[in-house]
């Protein structure tokens, strides 16, 4: 699996665009990206949600590789398929913005 910063990651405004950062860096706040809004594609582009889908991002993953080491069992207990099934759920809200 390839390197990546390391969450949890954060959507914060600033000015014309939304910058994701993370607050988890040993020296403080390290900017990520910035997604911008430019006046050309002015209320065509999901600024906003594809800032939050970005800093989900690391949430996703950890969902994502934990669902897999269970797609392969047979049966799962009910407390892991509960914990299995809340961290998917946490990250999509996440994504999603709610």
């Known amino acids: 699996m390839s390197k990546h910063t390391e969450g949890p990651w954060r959507v ?9 950062v ?19 594609y002015a209320g065509t582009l999901p600024v906003e949600a ?5 800093a989900a ?14 797609v ?3 049966w799962l207990s009910l407390e892991q398929y509960g914990q299995l099934r809340n961290q998917i759920d946490e990250a999509i809200s996440a994504a999603g913005g709610e």
């Open 12 to 20: 914060e405004r600033s000015g014309d665009g939304v910058e994701i």
């Open 22 to 40: 993370s607050d988890e860096t040993p020296s403080g706040v390290a900017e990520l990206a910035t997604v911008h809004s430019s006046a050309e």
């Open 50 to 54: 594809n800032a939050r889908l970005m």
């Open 57 to 70: 991002a690391p949430q996703l993953l950890e969902a994502l590789v934990a669902a897999s080491e269970h």
């Open 72 to 74: 392969t069992d047979a």
